[in-house]
């Protein structure tokens, strides 16, 4: 073969190396940039601490920065809304919370789908609510409580963050379970509901224990009822409420979520590290403080368990008469 035609077909060859390692070439290792953590809650919130936690934990394993931005509003439904129309590349995640699959039950036009447009990564923790009444209530138990309102129907009222959040519902599965009539006191949040409570402007507090355990310590609230199925460490000697209601039972849960079409290596990447970071003793005890437990899921678990919530909020919903 003459020199020159063999100088050009090795050029040739090199050449077509060249283009067909390009992509791959560019495709640097996950992750190669900073990572933008969303959230739809006030800063300083449940969501709030455990989103930057669980930040901390991810940029170190990751070797990214891992960016906590708040998009609040609609109960976290525009941070959701946000991240599900965002790039599935696994540089923009969510904290989801509980509220995530009540929006899905009651909420008739949400700009998203709450289970399509998610590639679920894991749940992060998981946490009970208490009932409690003001410390001069003359309910001394649950079973007080529930007999005061069978007798007087509808007068003993209970309050939330918001109709269609978490708590409302809690207070209305409450009602249908024991066959009473709670009625709803809705607050826009922050602390005015456990206010309301504390100064008899409403009876029934139903919230986590991150809003109510200073209080119940304090003596201003009494602890009726936690709704995990058993006792909670969190808080000691407060009875289940499924002592009195057999098989109540209400955990919400955070949880980290993609958008939608990220790809599959990314997100076992990403539940790996949340699981190690989860595993963590101090982590752990941070959540303890919190009134929640670390809860790692795998995604198709967390797929399942919104799933389920979202049929059972449905339920919950259509019991009391709250419409879409």
């Known amino acids: 073969m003459a020199p020159l035609r063999r100088d050009m077909l090795l050029g040739g060859a090199a050449t077509m190396a060249a283009l067909w390692a390009g992509p791959a070439l560019a495709q640097s290792p996950y992750p190669s940039q900073p990572i933008q953590l969303i959230h739809g809650f006030g800063a300083g919130g449940n969501a709030d601490v455990v989103a930057r936690l669980v930040a901390q934990k991810l940029a170190g394993a990751l070797g990214q920065p891992v960016v906590v931005e708040i998009k609040s509003g609609a109960g976290g439904a525009i ?9 599935p590349d696994g540089y923009t995640l969510v904290l989801l919370t509980g509220a995530h699959t009540v929006s899905a039950a009651i909420a008739k036009n949400l700009p998203y789908d709450p289970v399509k447009d998610f590639a679920f990564v894991s749940t992060v923790s998981s946490f009970p609510f208490v009932v409690a009444v003001r410390a001069e209530h003359p309910a001394r138990t649950l079973a007080d409580l529930l007999d005061i309102a069978r007798k007087e129907p509808g007068k003993v009222t209970f309050t939330s963050v918001g109709i269609g959040s978490t708590q409302h519902m809690v207070g209305e599965l409450l009602a249908s ?21 504390i100064g008899g402007d409403v009876d029934v507090l139903a919230d986590t224990l991150t809003v109510a355990a200073p209080h119940i310590k304090s003596g201003r609230l009494r602890a009726l009822g936690v709704t995990s199925a058993q006792p909670w460490p969190g808080a000691p000697g407060v009875p289940t409420v499924a002592a009195t209601l057999p098989g109540f039972e209400v955990r ?49 678990d967390m797929l399942a368990m919104v799933q389920r919530d979202i049929a059972r909020w449905r339920d919950v919903a259509a019991k009391a008469g709250i419409a879409p």
């Open 252 to 300: 919400s849960w955070l949880g980290l979520a993609a958008p939608a079409g990220t790809p599959e290596a990314v997100v076992q990447r990403l539940n790996a590290e949340t699981r190690k970071a989860l595993a963590d003793p101090e982590f752990q005890n941070t959540l303890a403080g919190l009134g929640s437990e670390a809860a790692p899921r795998a995604p198709a």
């Open 79 to 87: 941070a959701s809304g946000y991240v599900a129309k965002a790039k």
């Open 177 to 197: 379970t024991a066959g009473v009539r709670l009625l709803h006191i809705p607050y826009r949040g922050g602390g005015a509901p456990v206010q309301a409570v």
